[in-house]
T-cell receptor
Framework: DGGITQSPKYLFRKEGQNVTLSCEQNLNHDAMYWYRQDPGQGLRLIYYSQIVNDFQKGDIAEGYSVSREKKESFPLTVTSAQKNPTAFYLC??????????????FGPGTRLTVL | AQSVTQPDIHITVSEGASLELRCNYSYGATPYLFWYVQSPGQGLQLLLKYFSGDTLVQGIKGFEAEFKRSQSSFNLRKPSVHWSDAAEYFCAVGYNNDMRFGAGTRLTVKP
């Protein structure tokens, strides 16, 4: 089955620790995205990548880092510099590189809780 | 400032009743318009989208949406809601290589 997988589904972190969220797609999509979802705030873009070895900051990139070494993979690291990391994180991908018009395909999400 | 607004945070409807979810946008030109649905604990799935042409757009799961330029709106409708439609619904707006999502409307379906 083609799709996007995210792991783990639930993640607990102690304050001061970095954690990495996995996102893999087998849709052969060029573009990939990371969003953060908080209640009542919709989706906010953290980072996006439109091609391998290139990525751009979104609206709330502070305290996060990404890499795009392979087309199918776009891991997100939540660093200790992120002041309020507890949230639901969604990864998405799309075929082309026009964020205005592309349908985005979403993974099932990772819920991160900082203890 | 450019924005997308979903005025209703939470809506409750009875099963079998009709549904309308509101979406308004504020952009200089007509943007590209989308509706996505998110089931609890899941990612988002595209319901429908509007780029141009017929202002009434049909989507999956029996949903439709109507673009009204004069009102800067793109409201989502369904004639008869099923219990499985309970979810969160997001309007999204694409413009100038950017995509913005509304805050979402949570739909509860009463038996």
């Amino acid at each position: 089955d083609g799709g996007i997988t995210q792991s783990p589904k639930y993640l607990f972190r102690k304050e001061g620790q970095n954690v990495t969220l996995s996102c893999e797609q087998n849709l052969n999509h060029d573009a990939m995205y990371w969003y953060r979802q908080d209640p009542g705030q919709g989706l906010r873009l953290i980072y996006y990548s439109q091609i391998v070895n290139d990525f751009q900051k979104g609206d709330i990139a502070e305290g996060y880092s990404v890499s795009r070494e392979k087309k199918e993979s776009f891991p997100l690291t939540v660093t200790s510099a992120q002041k309020n990391p507890t949230a639901f994180y969604l990864c998405a991908s799309s075929s082309y590189r026009d964020r205005s018009t592309d349908t985005q395909y979403f993974g099932p999400g990772t819920r991160l809780t900082v203890l | 400032a450019q924005s997308v607004t979903q005025p209703d945070i939470h809506i409750t409807v009875s099963e079998g009743a009709s549904l309308e979810l509101r979406c308004n946008y504020s952009y200089g030109a007509t943007p590209y318009l989308f509706w996505y649905v998110q089931s609890p604990g899941q990612g988002l799935q595209l319901l429908l989208k509007y780029f141009s042409g017929d202002t009434l757009v049909q989507g999956i799961k029996g949903f439709e949406a109507e673009f009204k330029r004069s009102q800067s709106s793109f409201n989502l409708r369904k004639p008869s809601v099923h219990w499985s439609d309970a979810a969160e619904y997001f309007c999204a707006v694409g413009y100038n290589n950017d995509m913005r999502f509304g805050a979402g409307t949570r739909l509860t379906v009463k038996p």
